[in-house]
């Protein structure tokens, strides 16, 4: 199985080989490879990748996908522009 | 800011069915949802719904939406809808932030019922990015919403509902199913699906899963591969098809980003689906006047989806003080509407999943 060509955060375009290699460095958290590979950061906001990267955590630690925390959810949803919150803020007042 | 009584945010079955009874019971509402329409999901079901009559059995999906849209129409006076607009941002101080196109608005509604659905879940596989890897849902949308067909032949992945109603719906459009495959031991969705495909001549293999997309520039064929009881890949049961599309049908995660940035309760439900809130009886969540239903407490069906919207609306309105008029008949209505559909050997996973989330820790 070639762990480069399956794909797991697509917004990222981080592959299983990218996870791998990077738990096997020490980075056995969701935060962990987040902040290292930025998983779960693009438009998506991780919707599509979680449960996925649960699943390597999970394979990797030996435990099951269910122990494994989700990542902090932060606002916003999607991409928004500085400039649309800004002309936001100037309506309001 | 703009000052609101109830934001109901998701238009689907569970979000109309929510801003019906919230109307009825006289608020002002505001519906929004990041769609062009209308209707969530249901604008693409062209098949007939099961269940009771008061959840529209016998009618297609997209009638259903049609007319829960329509019943809205008495209401317009007190009544807001916001299409193209997504909701990006939920706080604890009750302000909800919106986006539509590139405006930004604040709001501050005094109740808020989030029915934002799920999302399809993905699979990793080799290849899971070639073109004619598609998800169930954007094979429904093309066809079904844009009289698109995305491909001659296909492998269906996963034999729930939504994957055997899909490879019918393909069929339908002149598609080929080559088969289904499924990596549970059993078929997961209704056998009177599962009957129509196989009578079709499309055969249903379970304990079976996609191994890799083979293809330079898009999909040319699928490698499956079967499974032992471990989950665990055999061997030499690798199976080739010539297809240009292959269908992912494994299952939906709720969308609770808004509850999760608000830090309203949630615990990992893997029978519901993923992520979730902690709810009490009628889905009120931790944070105070805010609810849940349809799919983002729980993926089910469009069925439990408008009883437990209704259950909202009807609730949202005596916590804002305004009781609908027959509100306590409503109410066990509602109640045993629910029980009812949750009853059958299909509801065991949403009644295991329920006892899970409200069975243990403070769940109010």
Same mark, same amino acid.
């Given at each position: 199985m070639s762990d480069k060509d399956i794909i797991i955060c697509r917004c990222e375009d981080i592959t299983r080989e990218d996870i791998r290699k990077c738990m096997e460095r020490g980075f056995i958290t969701f935060e962990d490879l987040k902040r290292q590979l930025?998983?779960?950061?693009?438009?998506?906001q991780g919707q599509t990748c979680s449960e996925l990267i649960k699943r390597e955590l999970a394979d990797f630690l030996g435990e099951k996908p269910d122990v494994i925390n989700t990542h902090k959810t932060r606002p916003l949803v999607i991409g928004v522009k500085l400039k649309s919150i800004k002309a936001g803020v100037d309506n309001e007042s | 800011m703009k000052e609101i009584d109830l934001m109901i945010i998701g238009g689907g079955p569970a979000g109309l069915s929510a801003a019906k009874v919230a109307l009825e019971a006289g608020l002002k509402v505001m519906i929004v949802d990041? !769609?062009?329409?209308?209707g969530g999901q249901l604008i693409k079901q062209t098949h007939k719904f099961f269940g009771s009559e008061k959840q529209y059995a016998k009618t297609r999906g997209f009638d259903i939406a049609k007319r829960l849209i329509d019943k809205l129409a008495v209401h317009k006076d007190n009544l807001e809808i916001c299409l193209e607009t997504t909701a990006v941002g939920l706080y604890k101080d009750y302000v909800v932030t919106t986006l539509q196109g590139e405006t930004y608005t604040k709001y501050r509604s005094k109740s808020i019922i989030i029915a934002t659905g799920a999302s399809e879940k993905v699979l990793a596989f080799e !290849? !899971?990015?070639?073109?004619? %890897?598609?998800?169930a849902g954007a094979v429904q949308t093309l066809m079904n919403?844009?009289? %698109?067909?995305?491909?001659?032949k296909a492998l269906m992945v996963g034999s729930g509902n939504i994957g055997l109603i899909v490879s019918y719906q393909m069929m339908q459009a002149g598609?080929? %199913?080559?088969a289904i495959v499924e990596a549970a031991p059993k078929i997961g969705g209704y056998k009177v699906h599962a009957a129509k495909i196989r009578r079709l001549g499309v055969p249903i293999h379970t304990s079976t899963t996609v191994k890799r997309a083979v293809g330079k520039?898009? %999909?040319?064929a699928v490698v499956t591969v079967e499974l032992d009881e471990k989950w665990k890949e055999i061997p030499g049961t690798e199976k080739t098809y010539e297809t240009d599309i292959v269908c992912i049908s494994v299952g939906l995660s709720p969308l609770h980003q808004l509850l999760s940035m608000a830090e309203i309760e949630m615990r990992y439900i893997p029978e519901l689906g993923g992520l979730v809130p902690i709810v009490d009886e009628f889905n009120e969540t931790s944070m105070e006047k805010v609810f849940v239903c349809g799919d983002v407490i729980g993926v089910e069906e469009a069925s439990s989806a408008m009883v437990e919207g209704s259950l909202a609306g009807l609730i949202a309105a005596k916590r804002l003080g305004k009781e609908h008029p027959e509100h306590e008949a409503r109410l066990d209505d509602y109640l045993k509407q629910l029980s009812d559909l949750r009853n059958g050997p299909f509801g065991i996973k949403t009644r295991v999943g329920l006892k899970k989330l409200r069975g243990v820790g403070d769940a109010r």
């Open positions: 930025r998983v779960g950061m693009g438009p998506c | 990041r !769609n062009m329409s209308l !290849n !899971n990015d070639l073109p004619g %890897v598609y998800g919403l844009y009289g %698109v067909i995305p491909g001659k598609i080929e %199913v080559l520039d898009q %999909v040319e």
